[in-house]
């Protein structure tokens, strides 16, 4: 089979394609525009393989995604190009918008014209999966529910609202028009190749190098993390057994306070690569606490029992398991890190002025 996958150089897309390449036969199209996220070192272990081609495309761009589709005529998509730190987009808004709702128009209307000229036996096969997230639901806050697939959405974030918007246009598309369509929704991911913008990968290399490790008003927000590794054999497993029309939400059943995830990464540091820090004695001391960020949801969690009977996709690491692995990744691969943080970014956050 042949797959294209949007935003395949991304943290999230990255594992995707090199889960198809090692554990697969099938070949991989990789559609990424190449943003400040977008890191082809990411996939340097798969780049050689002749199942693997990239296209550097905007998924703005329609003509050339038209292009890209004629070229390489795919059996699958998997869409996960998009906008997705949640700080920026409070801080400007207008990328999410043009790159999460727009650019999924602009692809979705790119795939129905190239759906409806396949014959019937490939139109047959062909399915869109459309990877979203579970901020979409909004916030659970102290209340001992979980997001499930029926759960109404109620977005807090300019991010959120963006990928809310862009599951609806999606399923419009497959109710209007046709167009077989899956959506998944997963909670907060984690582990190699993260970009240093988001909270896990932010704390290890801020702690490595004894720079202060800033939480977000009192660090009890909860999070349901999720081995990104487990969420690429999750994805595959619902773009080739899931149901055209159904939704999927994938979660790791590890909640933890933003608190408990960054002393739990200190304690590891402290174990693996002793401070070299004399006026310390361990990472913890490195925590400080600043304002919250504006509308910061409580908590997120995911109920993922729906995947897990239907399709037989469960977790493999614990959160203990998964973030040891991760923090040992980014000790071991300084190196990639280094050249990452190179580029534009200076792992700053919005709000977490020191106080």
């Not at 690491?317 to 000790?331: A, D, N, Q, Y």
Request: hydrophobic share 35%; charged share 25%.
């Amino acid at each position: 089979m042949k797959i294209l996958i949007t935003g395949g150089a991304g943290f999230i897309g990255s594992a995707v394609v090199r889960y198809i390449i090692d554990k697969t036969k099938d070949e991989v199209i990789n559609v990424d525009k190449l943003t400040y996220a977008g890191n082809l070192e990411s996939l340097a272990s798969v780049e050689s393989n002749n199942r693997y081609f990239f296209e550097k495309v905007d998924i703005c761009d329609s003509d050339q995604l038209a292009l890209v589709f004629s070229r390489y005529k795919p059996d699958l998509v998997m869409h996960l190009a998009a906008e997705s730190h949640v700080d920026r987009s409070i801080d400007s808004s207008s990328e999410f918008i043009k790159t999460n709702v727009v650019g999924t128009f602009t692809l979705l209307e790119v795939v129905r014209k190239y759906w409806n000229a396949l014959p019937d036996e490939k139109s047959k096969v062909f399915r869109f999966h459309h990877i979203s997230t579970d901020e979409v639901f909004g916030d659970l806050s102290d209340s001992g529910g979980l997001f499930t697939e029926t759960t109404p959405y109620s977005p807090s974030s300019p991010y959120s609202a963006s990928k809310a918007s862009s599951d609806h246009l999606v399923r419009a598309w497959l109710r209007t028009y046709g167009v077989p369509t899956i959506v998944t929704n997963c909670s907060n991911n984690y582990g190699p190749y993260h970009f240093p913008e988001k909270l896990i990968p932010l704390t290890i290399l801020n702690a490595l190098e004894g720079k202060a490790l800033p939480i977000y008003g009192n660090g009890l927000q909860i999070r349901d993390w999720l081995y990104v590794e487990d969420h690429a054999r999750a994805l595959y497993q619902v773009l080739t057994k899931g149901k055209v029309g159904e939704t999927y939400n994938i979660g790791g059943h590890n909640e933890k306070t933003n608190i408990e995830v960054v002393k739990t990464i200190c304690s590891i540091l402290d174990e693996l690569a002793p401070n070299k820090f004399t006026t310390l004695v361990k990472y913890d001391e490195l925590i400080c606490y600043v304002p919250d960020r504006p509308g910061h949801d409580v908590r997120y969690a995911i109920d993922a029992t729906k995947i897990e009977k239907e399709l037989g996709w469960k977790p493999e690491e614990t959160f203990e398991s998964g973030i040891r692995k991760t923090v040992l990744w980014f000790i071991k691969n300084k190196s990639w890190c280094k050249r990452v943080l190179e580029g534009t970014y200076s792992r700053e956050r919005l709000g977490a002025q020191l106080k």
